[in-house]
C-alpha cells in the first residue's frame, strides 16, 4: 500500500511544501490445528469446550512494514512536520498469536509482537530500536 499527502499551505510562511509518502505492506497466515475448516466457521468449534472437547485452536503469525517519509538519511531532513524534506523512518512489526474458540460465544486472542524502529529516537522507547509487547482479549458474541 501507499499512500501520498499533500501538505498545501504548511510552510511557514503559508506555502504549499512537498508532499510526504508512507507505504506498507504485509503478510499473514493462520492455521487450525485442531481441524476445522476455515470456511466452515472456525468460530462454532465441532468439539465446544466442556461438552466433550477443547474448542478450537488457531495459530497465526504477521509480517509487516511501514515506512514515511525520507528514511535515506539526506542531510537536509528534519524532524519537523513543516520541513521541506521531513526525517522519516520506518517500523517492522512481526506478530505471532494464537485464538481459542471455546465455543460459539466465547473467543480467547493472545498475540506477542517484535517491533523494531529504524530510527529509535523518533519511537516510544529511544533507547531501544527492538522491543516485545503483548495482547490478550477476551471476546464475548452475542
Excluded: C
Amino acid at each position: 500500500m501507499t499512500v501520498s499527502d499533500q501538505r498545501r499551505e504548511m510552510g511557514l510562511t503559508g506555502d504549499a511544501l512537498p508532499g510526504i509518502t508512507a507505504s506498507g505492506w504485509d503478510v499473514a497466515g493462520t492455521w487450525v490445528l485442531t481441524g476445522e475448516k476455515k470456511a466452515d466457521n472456525v468460530d462454532r468449534p465441532r468439539h465446544p469446550f466442556l461438552r466433550g472437547g477443547i474448542g478450537a485452536v488457531e495459530i497465526g503469525a504477521r509480517l509487516e512494514e511501514l515506512t514515511f517519509g525520507t528514511v535515506n538519511g539526506d542531510p537536509e531532513a528534519s524532524t519537523s512536520p513543516r520541513a521541506d524534506v521531513v526525517l522519516g523512518n520506518a517500523n517492522r512489526a512481526a506478530t505471532f498469536g494464537v485464538n481459542w474458540y471455546l465455543n460459539r460465544w466465547v473467543k480467547i486472542q493472545g498475540n506477542v509482537i517484535k517491533q523494531t524502529i529504524k530510527d529509535p529516537l523518533q519511537g516510544p522507547l529511544p533507547e531501544r530500536p527492538s522491543f516485545w509487547s503483548s495482547v490478550l482479549r477476551f471476546q464475548l458474541s452475542i
